[in-house]
């Protein structure tokens, strides 16, 4: 599990095909006094990449490894990266963190589309294009996981969402430099799926 609070940006350094999938390559980022990631980070660990959980299969100083099969770089923007590119990540929770953001289990639902951005200084609002089965797990006020990021829903339409980011957020993750046309990982709140499910079932009377 995740909270959708981003500890750093990190770059690729290299894609290496691997059958159908690929073996993902990130510089590893550098340790603050607040991220540690020596003591998060092993063999088997379980990372968020733009918001997708992949385990970590080598590290070392320099780098971190990470294999991403056919499923994974079809279904999220994974597949899309290219050498230099950026990505969000976040380390898994452990019990006892704080909770900061909210509940993301670093299972991408879907894509959305970059549809509008307009700035506001060093303020933005994005506006977001993507299915109706994903609005409708969606409600304003209600919180959504964007290419990992923990933000907070402004209003909903059948198939657009939008939010309004903080400089911080900007310059933290991977948002600062997304533009009309880019593709986002989506993953909306874990609880709205298990309302979404119950409802379906609800017959009026029953």
């Known amino acids: 599990m995740f909270t959708g609070l981003v500890q750093a940006k990190t770059a690729v350094r290299h894609l290496l095909p691997e059958g ?16 540690r990631f020596a003591e998060r980070v092993s063999l088997g660990a379980s990372i968020a990449i733009n918001g997708c959980c992949l385990t970590v299969v080598r590290f070392d100083a320099q780098e971190w490894e990470f294999e991403a099969g ?8 994974l597949g899309k990266l290219v050498v230099g590119d ?3 990540i976040e380390t898994s929770l452990r019990v006892g963190d704080s909770l900061g953001g909210h509940w993301v289990t670093g299972h991408i639902d879907g894509l959305g589309v970059v549809s509008e951005r307009a700035d506001d200084g060093t303020w933005s609002n994005f506006r977001f294009r993507t299915t ?4 409708r797990q969606m409600a304003s006020k209600g919180s959504v996981a964007v ?6 829903l402004v209003d909903v339409t059948e198939d657009e969402f939008s939010v309004a980011l903080i400089p911080h957020t900007l310059s933290v993750t991977t948002l600062g430099k997304r533009h009309v046309g880019d593709t986002v990982n989506l993953e909306t709140d874990v ?14 009377g029953t």
């Open 70 to 77: 056919a499923e994974t770089l079809s279904r999220t923007n």
């Open 86 to 88: 950026e990505v969000n």
């Open 132 to 135: 109706a089965a994903l609005t």
């Open 20 to 35: 159908s999938g690929c073996r993902l390559i990130l510089q590893r980022p550098s340790d603050t006094a607040e991220i």
């Open 191 to 204: 609880l709205a799926k298990y309302v979404e499910r119950q409802l379906a079932g609800f017959r009026p």
């Open 147 to 152: 290419d990992g990021i923990s933000l907070t």
